[in-house]
């Protein structure tokens, strides 16, 4: 288990382009690289390192790109993480590697700065990259995660990374030679006994079955990817909002532990989560609604403008909504059809009390789309009913519109006439 123990790639990608910022603006100087999934696996690396300081009855205070990659701070003491992320996995964190020094000059620097570092810090290398048997970085493994006949030895990993810095003809990597001999012996000491080498970590896409793990105890049986999937959905603004100011802002973990109390509740035994409730299509899925059914029964009426593109967007959160619930057997089969027929039954006397007002065959047009246009409205603005334990106007709305499209409800009068043989 990490640390003691791909819809989101997706929107986290949209979320990095959105930044508009550099995320090197932090007191960190030493940032990590262009990588757009580097990125991505600290925000997902981070909310998962939350989950165990969760009710723990301690201050704590997570920051990405401000101290270093990901650090939590609880008074003056911290916790400095540098992450490497790998795709292909085959990075060596042999005693020359690139990523153990690149980290190294890092906390070089910091030590040199604030000698008292290593002696209030956890610093942790974590990495999707094996480090070699007998090498430095194998050296630094927590003492649990230590190769079988292994022990952990920060003196002997010391000998080894001075000499290294100390003979290396690397050029590339002679800043980081110069930072770390530039501290006095004992305090390169001090320096490696704080730090702890966390090899071969899941990669990004492995972190949804480590974050639904950490997360059991939250989600009901069967609901971990549910609370996971509402989790990280929270997360990614909020890391976004964090990172837009310079220096970064920390996220305190009391935020992660009410929003665990609202997916709790949310996930608990008969609730319903409405994960589209805000949802947003494209313009071309507005556009391409213009050839539907429901949105012909309010031309009819004469609707348009903003309400139809309200009407629009409830069409296309209800669907995607009740389809998610269906697709993830969240409701019983008989639950959507009820609910349909309770819409129908109280739109029904409506309907037949608009039409007994205008049963004239020859009725005014004007008068028969305002007859249309009052019922509408009370479908917008007063019929909510709940589905189970959920009452939500987008569901409600949406729906109606859902039986419009297949002619089981309209609004004029004549609308099955009128709209018999349209798609």
């Not at 059991?216 to 909020?238: I, T």
């Not at 309010?298 to 629009?312: D, E, N, P, T």
């Not at 249309?372 to 106007?393: C, D, H, K, M």
């Amino acid at each position: 288990m990490l640390l003691d123990g791909a819809l989101y790639l997706a929107r986290g990608l949209a979320y990095l382009n959105s930044w508009g910022v550099s995320l090197s603006n932090g007191a960190n100087q030493f940032t990590a690289g262009a990588s757009a999934v580097g990125y991505l696996y600290q925000a997902r690396l981070a909310l998962l390192l939350c989950i165990p300081h969760v009710n723990t009855g301690v201050e704590v205070e997570v920051s990405i790109e401000r101290f270093d990659d990901v650090s939590f701070q609880k008074g003056t003491a911290l916790e400095l993480l540098q992450t490497k992320h790998h795709i292909d996995r085959v990075a060596s964190l042999s005693d020359s590697s690139e990523d153990l020094w690149k980290t190294l000059r890092v906390w070089s620097v910091a030590a040199k700065d604030d000698p008292s570092l290593p002696s209030r810090a956890r610093l942790a290398l974590i990495t999707t990259g094996s480090a070699p048997v007998g090498s430095a970085a194998s050296q630094l493994r927590p003492a649990g995660a230590c190769a079988p006949g292994a022990n952990r030895n920060p003196k002997s990993a010391n000998e080894r990374l001075t000499e290294v810095a100390q003979t290396s003809r690397n050029k590339a990597l002679e800043p980081a030679f110069a930072a770390f001999l530039a501290l006095s012996e004992p305090m390169r000491s001090a320096l490696l006994s704080a730090v702890e080498v966390l090899d071969n970590q899941p990669l990004i896409t492995d972190l949804d079955g480590e974050l639904e793990h950490a997360l059991r105890l939250v989600a009901p049986p069967g609901k971990a990817a549910s609370a996971r999937e509402m989790l990280e959905g929270w997360w990614w603004p909020l890391v976004c909002g964090a990172l837009m100011t310079s220096p970064p802002t920390p996220i305190a973990i009391g935020l992660v532990e009410a929003k665990l109390d609202d997916i709790r509740e949310m996930l608990r035994r008969g609730s319903l989560v409405a994960d589209f409730e805000h949802a947003e299509p494209d313009e071309l899925e507005y556009a391409g609604y213009d050839g539907f059914r429901f949105v012909q029964q309010l031309q009819v009426i004469g609707l348009g403008g903003s309400r139809m593109r309200f009407a629009k967007r409830d069409f296309y959160r209800a669907f995607a909504q009740r389809s998610k619930w269906t697709r993830e057997h969240v409701v019983l089969d008989d639950e959507v059809e009820k609910f349909e027929q309770r819409l129908v039954e109280e739109w029904q006397p409506r309907f037949e009390a608009m039409c007994d007002g205008h049963a004239d065959s020859a009725e005014d047009e004007a008068a028969l789309k305002q007859g249309g246009q009052i019922l509408y409205q009370w479908v917008e603005n007063e019929a909510r009913f709940p589905f189970r334990s959920l009452t939500a106007r987008f569901l409600n709305v949406g729906s109606y519109h859902i039986l419009a499209n297949d002619l089981r409800i309209g609004w004029h009068r004549d609308y099955v006439t009128i709209c018999v043989g349209e798609p």
